[in-house]
């Protein structure tokens, strides 16, 4: 890790289809009162619903240019500006 990255930064892993099932498998179970979580991991979850939807998007366009750049664009600002894990 360089000294610039920061521990707090999420990787663009954290926003994989399988990172978005495990946070809606575990908000299911919040719903369902079957586990009990603090506030963080609700603006998390948000973070990577968010997120997973961008890098989404990103597959979805990979073949139509004009819409793959505003998707590219989309989410690496989102990278930069707001996936860092919520304290």
Same mark, same amino acid.
């Given at each position: 890790?360089?000294?610039?990255?920061?521990?707090?930064?999420?990787?663009?892993?954290?926003?994989?289809? *399988?990172?978005? *099932?495990? @946070?809606?498998?575990?908000?299911?179970?919040?719903?369902?009162?079957?586990? *009990?979580?603090?506030?963080?991991?609700?603006?998390?979850?948000?973070?990577?619903?968010?997120?997973?939807?961008?890098?989404? *998007?990103?597959?979805?366009?990979?073949?139509?240019? @004009?819409?793959?750049?505003?998707?590219?664009?989309?989410?690496?600002?989102?990278?930069?500006?707001?996936?860092?894990?919520?304290?």
């Amino acid at each position: 890790m360089s000294d610039n990255e920061s521990l707090d930064k999420l990787k663009e892993s954290d926003f994989s289809k *399988e990172s978005l *099932e495990k @946070t809606l498998e575990d908000l299911l179970k919040l719903f369902d009162g079957k586990i *009990e979580v603090a506030d963080e991991f609700i603006w998390q979850s948000q973070l990577i619903i968010e997120g997973a939807y961008y890098r989404m *998007e990103l597959d979805k366009w990979k073949d139509e240019p @004009t819409n793959y750049k505003y998707s590219v664009e989309r989410f690496c600002n989102f990278m930069k500006e707001r996936a860092y894990y919520v304290h």
